[in-house]
């Protein structure tokens, strides 16, 4: 009997602590999901004259870039501000603007510096995805400044987000032209964010709209990078955000597939919105999709009731307007216009 009683208290005693320590892993994770889904992000300082502008090249070589870089250095100047340009950006590493590590360090010291108040990359590519996990954001969070770009760009979003702070979706050096006329939008709307005018867009009508009103922080960037990140720790999580979309060089079948991959991640099941930028430069499969790319966005996301706004403009066109991701956002569609008004 004795021995007995004491198994059947080594059981009890067994099956308390396999409870205990499940719900303490429920609770973690759930506690690291509110952490990820942060209703108010840090918002960094926006820029005033005298500020330091740090330009870096954390993907893709910039070989024959050095006259955009000048140039950005030039209208920064313009606006009263400095610029530093990072030790490696014009290093070269095969695709590379420098090796990862020599990325990487450009990027760390920037983040890292206190006199550093924007980070403006030169261009996107492919590459920041390899420096990723090499990024030390503790003194960034003590001293949040904005990070600029987009394309490639989207994956530091992605974790910038995930730390909890806005950065703006915006062009980058090599996006300047020589008559910057062409562009006046993108610099327009890239300069009055960054020294804190109020952010607001009213979009061009189409018929692919799917009416509706909603709010919440926006989020996302290049499709393809939002893509690559599911299953990482810097997949962002879309509950209750408005997500934008944009794209370049693909056919309409990896659109598709990617779509169709993020929807069975469950990334649009708490979304609020979508908001459709620039498809740029879609290329032709032999087998031809059949319909628009507006109506292949439509099917992937018909089964769910949050509106979606076709015709921003901002993607890798030379009109390319600024926006402010994780920045909350109200977007109202209608099939004659769409409007988004950022939160002050």
């Known amino acids: 009997?004795?021995?007995?009683?004491?198994?059947?208290?080594?059981?009890?005693?067994?099956?308390?602590?396999?409870?205990?320590?499940?719900?303490?892993?429920?609770?973690?994770?759930?506690?690291?999901?509110?952490?990820?889904?942060?209703?108010?992000?840090?918002?960094?300082?926006?820029?005033?004259?005298?500020?330091?502008?740090?330009?870096?090249?954390?993907?893709?070589?910039?070989?024959?870039?050095?006259?955009?870089?000048?140039?950005?250095?030039?209208?920064?100047?313009?606006?009263?501000?400095?610029?530093?340009?990072?030790?490696?950006?014009?290093?070269?590493?095969?695709?590379?603007?420098?090796?990862?590590?020599?990325?990487?360090?450009?990027?760390?010291?920037?983040?890292?510096?206190?006199?550093?108040?924007?980070?403006?990359?030169?261009?996107?590519?492919?590459?920041?995805?390899?420096?990723?996990?090499?990024?030390?954001?503790?003194?960034?969070k003590e001293n949040p400044k904005w990070v600029i770009g987009y394309s490639d760009i989207t994956a530091l979003h992605n974790q910038i987000h995930n730390q909890g702070v806005e950065s703006l979706h915006a062009m980058m050096c090599v996006s300047l032209t020589k008559d910057e006329s062409e562009i006046e939008a993108s610099i327009s709307t890239f300069k009055n964010t960054i020294f804190g005018k109020p952010l607001s867009y009213t979009l061009e009508s189409s018929n692919y709209n799917k009416t509706g009103a909603t709010s919440g922080q926006l989020v996302g960037g290049n499709l393809t990078m939002l893509h690559t990140m599911l299953g990482s720790e810097t997949s962002i999580d879309t509950s209750g955000k408005i997500l934008f979309i944009e794209e370049i060089g693909e056919y309409k079948y990896h659109i598709d597939r990617m779509l169709q991959s993020l929807k069975r991640a469950g990334y649009f099941d708490k979304c609020k919105g979508v908001i459709v930028g620039d498809m740029t430069k879609l290329r032709k499969n032999t087998t031809l999709w059949g319909t628009s790319i507006e109506q292949l966005i439509l099917d992937a996301l018909e089964d769910y009731d949050f509106p979606i706004a076709f015709n921003m403009p901002a993607g890798h066109e030379k009109d390319n307007r600024a926006l402010i991701l994780g920045r909350s956002i109200e977007l109202r569609v209608n099939k004659n216009q769409s409007t988004i008004n950022f939160s002050e």
């Open 1 to 140: 009997m004795y021995i007995y009683i004491m198994q059947r208290s080594l059981l009890i005693l067994s099956l308390f602590c396999v409870t205990f320590l499940l719900e303490t892993k429920s609770t973690s994770a759930q506690s690291t999901g509110l952490e990820k889904q942060n209703n108010t992000l840090k918002q960094p300082p926006y820029l005033k004259a005298g500020d330091t502008v740090a330009i870096v090249a954390p993907s893709g070589i910039l070989k024959n870039r050095n006259d955009e870089v000048k140039q950005a250095q030039a209208l920064l100047k313009r606006w009263g501000l400095f610029s530093v340009v990072g030790k490696h950006v014009f290093s070269n590493a095969n695709h590379f603007a420098g090796t990862d590590d020599e990325r990487c360090e450009d990027f760390q010291n920037a983040l890292d510096d206190p006199k550093i108040s924007a980070i403006w990359c030169a261009r996107g590519g492919y590459g920041t995805v390899r420096i990723l996990d090499k990024l030390d954001y503790s003194k960034f």
